[in-house]
């Protein structure tokens, strides 16, 4: 059996709440338990960022406002200038403004990084989510 450190982490008032209702929900036996799976997930979120050299795939999850002018063209523009990343997209219409586009990508994390930064930083952009996974 590994050996467990302890620590001790505060947290506002509402975000424990949340946190406590949705374990109770997911049948979690330990607040410590949910925490250690929720760490687990943030690092393996993440973990890519630190081996920007090693070979990437995943997605990147964008939500944007398509009315917001040039934003289709540059973000499509950018994609051509990343093909060698970009092994799919697929565009859904969320509603009369937002838009979700999901780009599948693949390559060294570095590159994958870039495209994900330069797509983010765009006006109009709401949210930009990456999920890499090591190859």
Known sequence: MSKITRIGVTFPPELLKDFDEI???MGYESRSKAIQDAVR???SERKWVKEEDAQQTGVLLMVYDHGT???ESDLTEEQHHHAELVSSTMHIHLGEHDCLEVIA???KGSEIRHLSDH???RRGVKILKS???SV
């Open 69 to 71: 002018r040039g934003l």
């Open 23 to 25: 374990i109770a929900k």
């Open 131 to 133: 999920m890499i996974v």
């Open 41 to 43: 997930l943030y690092v």
């Open 105 to 107: 990508v693949k390559g």
């Open 119 to 121: 797509l983010a930083s």
